[in-house]
């Protein structure tokens, strides 16, 4: 079975900064990762997909996640927070044997402090 | 291109009675899969549907139900509501290419936040 695990529940930073959150993933197989964002009382926003092209992969925003295999990993970054990134985030991973049905890590709430 | 849309947005019942969510998926999108996120479960997987087939399906009860219609448009039902239906109702829709190839990203409406007293 496919999962993610977000290693942090809380990530709290200063505006201009770096920005790290991380994820790990269990698959069987090639997997599909995504990280989506959630600002509050919105809807969920893709920010960066990778599917087994490059294992860098640069999103909106600034984001961007490094896919790396032997350490099951799929952590976000971006060099600079701005207040606006303040919001929940989502790694999730595509189960290919359900139609694509995405299995949601249990999200990282990004603070940015002035 | 417009996005996914939900109707309504908000909405409020009591327990023991139905709902129905709609959902109109981006133009040209066929798969819409319907999504649950509560505090306590965070975000879970509902069902998916596929000209107009159901496709997949989480583990959820059958008081659960959604159907799709020709145009791709979605519902979901809910019926006898209980205190734990609370939640925010998010659905997400995604092109799939010819042949089967899953483009697998999906994108999300804003939701309905569905509220029981």
């Known amino acids: 079975a496919q999962s993610v695990t977000q290693l942090d529940s809380h990530v709290s930073v200063s505006e201009g900064t770096p920005v790290l959150l991380r994820c790990n993933y269990s698959s069987s197989y090639s997997p599909s990762l995504f990280w989506y964002v959630q600002h509050p009382n919105k809807g969920l926003q893709l920010l960066l997909k990778y599917t087994s092209a490059a294992t860098l992969v640069k999103g909106i925003n600034g984001f961007e996640a490094e896919f790396k295999k032997s350490e099951t990993s799929f952590h976000l970054t971006k060099p600079s927070a701005h207040m606006s990134d303040a919001a929940e985030y989502f790694c999730?991973?595509?189960?290919?044997?359900?139609?694509?049905?995405?299995?949601f890590g249990q999200g990282t709430e990004l603070s940015v402090k002035p | 291109k417009a996005g996914v849309t939900q109707t309504p947005r908000y909405l409020i019942k009591t327990r023991g009675q139905q709902v129905t969510l709609s959902c109109s998926p981006i133009s040209g999108h066929r798969s819409v899969s319907w999504y649950q996120q509560t505090p306590g479960q965070g975000l879970q997987f509902l069902f998916e549907?596929?000209?107009?087939?159901?496709?997949n399906k989480g583990n959820f009860p059958g008081r659960f139900s959604g159907r799709q219609f020709s145009n791709s448009r979605s519902e979901m039902n809910v019926s006898t509501l209980e205190l734990g239906d609370s939640a925010l109702y998010l659905c997400?829709?995604?092109?799939?290419?010819?042949?089967?190839?899953?483009?697998?990203?999906?994108?999300f409406g804003p939701g309905t936040r569905l509220t029981v007293t």
């Open positions: 549907y596929f000209s107009e087939t159901q496709r």
């Open positions: 997400a829709s995604s092109l799939e290419a010819s042949g089967g190839h899953y483009s697998y990203e999906q994108y």
């Open positions: 999730v991973v595509s189960d290919r044997n359900q139609g694509g049905k995405l299995i």
